[in-house]
């Protein structure tokens, strides 16, 4: 089974790809490529977490 990451740490790549998510949509001209590749990554992170928290 592979070694899941402490939960905080998730917490704080999932809120660090936001924050790179947000300086890309308010450029004049985001990258749409990159927005929809951070959008992934946070949907990953975010389903990790929920498998951690689920009882």
Do not use: G, N, W, Y
Not at 35 to 49: C, H, M, N, S, T
């Amino acid at each position: 089974m592979e070694q899941q990451e402490p939960i905080d740490t998730l917490r704080e790549k999932h809120a660090s790809l936001q924050q790179l998510l947000d300086d890309e949509t308010r450029r004049p001209l985001p990258d749409q490529a990159m927005v929809a590749q951070l959008k992934r990554e946070k949907l990953k992170i975010k389903d990790r977490i929920a498998e951690i928290e689920r009882p």
